[in-house]
């Protein structure tokens, strides 16, 4: 279990940091989504359908959707995270997707790392809806 921290404390972190753990949040969230669903399906159905939601692309369109959501302190996070230089960006993604993508997912860290476990799930929420859209 990792400890919480203080907003300062996670603030200090590199945001590659905040989007590895917020990476790790997000495709738990949509595994315990998706498995209820599909849970007699075989695990190769289970995981095409988990890259559906964790790509980049996915992320980069669910932030922007619902950044008017997110407060101040959660757009400076996202910030932080999308303006942040990787050394290595997948070859099937988009530059500026994956970038949002980091700050989406460095955002999600930012929230876990302070245990505000209740606005965690909401952003989330509104991610996931954001991605089905209103047919599923």
């Not at 603030?11 to 997000?26: C, E, K, M, S």
């Not at 695990?43 to 369109?61: E, G, I, K, M, N």
């Not at 989330?124 to 047919?135: E, K, S, V």
Request: glycine content about 4%; charged content about 25%.
């Amino acid at each position: 279990m990792i400890e919480q921290m203080t907003p300062d404390e996670a603030r200090q972190l590199n945001p590659l940091n905040l989007a590895f753990i917020g990476d790790t949040v997000w495709e738990g969230f949509i595994r315990d989504r998706i498995f209820p669903k599909l849970k007699n399906h075989p695990a190769s159905v289970l995981h095409q359908t988990c890259v559906r939601y964790v790509r980049a692309d996915a992320q980069s369109d669910a932030l922007e959707a619902i950044l008017d959501s997110l407060t101040e302190e959660e757009v400076t996070m996202f910030k932080r995270g999308r303006n942040q230089k990787s050394a290595h960006v997948p070859r099937n993604a988009v530059l500026a997707d994956y970038r949002r993508a980091t700050g989406f997912e460095a955002l999600l860290g930012y929230l876990y790392l302070t245990a505000q476990s209740d606005r965690l799930q909401e952003v989330m929420d509104l991610a996931f809806h954001a991605m089905i859209g209103p047919t599923e």
